[in-house]
């Protein structure tokens, strides 16, 4: 009857390999279509010699591969602690050499053995993946723009993606150096190499939200405009209604404002005599928004902005690792939860800021 059952470890694996089986299945059905273009994607994400310019289904599909970063390192893990019951090798010298570099003391490995998946360096390697992919597009999209000003923003944007490796890394370190060093609470000399580690990630956590924040809602939703604050909406906002009327703003040239004047009225420029401030020229959109919305109540992009910026915060404490609050019950998952309802916001107007500008 023993020969009935599966070992565990096989049940686990074909579990896990269920999904993988189905997108790449060569079958006219389950939405064939959208499971090629999703290959499509991610063999031109991954692909380190695709020497061109990003689609924006890739950039999409990459940033979303960011979210689910956390996800692909316990992903790692499970894979490892699956294989190390069902492929234990003797560790050979070039195994070794691999091991003493990742920190791994023991004579036996295995291909994703115990030992290798304890390593402090994998969780942050496979958790980096997504943001080293995406960094290539930048890099990529950097080489192939001809112009100062795309070459800038996509400067800027692989800025972005690598403020992110800092967080993950000095992260990891934390938590490995809580594991192996022993402070004592009750001395008053401070660790000032753990110190070192936390503000540096300190740093690294706000600049990399904040960056991260601002490129979301300016770049790719093309909102938080400020031009309803420069100074002619604000005049042309004053005058408009209460002096003028609602097409223009002009300084008529009239004799009587001349009468002894040296200057000939008849001999001004046009561009002096009258000043026009046409609505046309300026910024007619709600607040901080832009004038062009494919939603009609404003305040779905309002509340896009709101929840981005407090999930941004949130995101940043899923991939550090070091933090308490990750090990409380049920508070990965949720924050999980709270990242996929994020990235679900920023597909729906980052597509809509594509069909709109």
């Not at 800038?152 to 992110?164: D, I, V």
Request: proline share 4%; net charge neutral; hydrophobic share 45%.
């Amino acid at each position: 009857m023993d020969d009935l059952f599966i070992n565990p470890k096989y049940t686990e694996l074909i579990m896990l390999s269920i999904l993988p089986i189905l997108v790449c299945l060569p079958v006219n059905a389950l939405f064939r279509s959208l499971r090629i273009s999703l290959l499509r994607s991610l063999f031109r994400s991954i692909n380190p010699i695709s020497f061109q310019k990003t689609h924006i289904s890739d950039i999409i599909f990459a940033d979303v591969l960011t979210s689910c970063s956390r996800a692909f390192a316990d992903l790692a893990v499970i894979l490892c602690s699956i294989s190390s019951s069902l492929f234990v090798v003797e560790s050979s010298a070039k195994m070794n050499d691999f091991s003493s570099i990742l920190n791994i003391k023991s004579k036996k490995s295995t291909y994703f053995g115990k030992d290798l998946c304890s390593s402090p360096l994998l969780g942050p390697i496979v958790t980096s993946i997504p943001f080293l992919i995406r960094l290539r597009q930048c890099i990529y999209d950097y080489l192939l723009s001809s112009s100062s000003h795309e070459k800038g923003r996509h400067l800027a944007n692989c800025l972005k993606y690598f403020s992110a490796l800092p967080v993950i890394f000095l992260s990891s370190f934390q938590q490995e150096y809580m594991k192996n060093q022993y402070v004592d609470s009750n001395s008053s000399q401070k660790d000032w190499f753990f110190n070192v580690l936390f503000y540096t990630w300190l740093f690294s956590a706000i600049f990399n939200s904040g960056f991260s924040l601002y490129w979301d809602v300016v770049f790719d939703w093309n909102l938080g405009n400020l031009k309803s604050f420069s100074l002619s909406n604000i005049v042309y906002s004053i005058f408009s209604h209460e002096h003028l009327d609602n097409s223009h703003l002009s300084v008529y040239k009239e004799e009587q404002d001349f009468p002894d004047s040296i200057i000939d009225p008849e001999s001004l420029s046009p561009d002096i005599v009258s000043i026009q401030y046409s609505p046309n020229n300026l910024y007619n959109g709600p607040t901080l928004l832009r004038e062009n919305l494919l939603f009609i109540n404003k305040y779905f992009y309002y509340t896009a902005i709101l929840v981005d910026t407090i999930l941004r915060a949130a995101w940043t404490i899923k991939l550090s690792p070091h933090l308490k609050i990750n090990s409380l019950p049920y508070i990965g998952f949720i924050l999980g939860i709270l990242e996929v309802f994020r990235r679900f916001f920023w597909v729906i107007f980052r597509v809509e800021k594509e069909h709109a500008c």
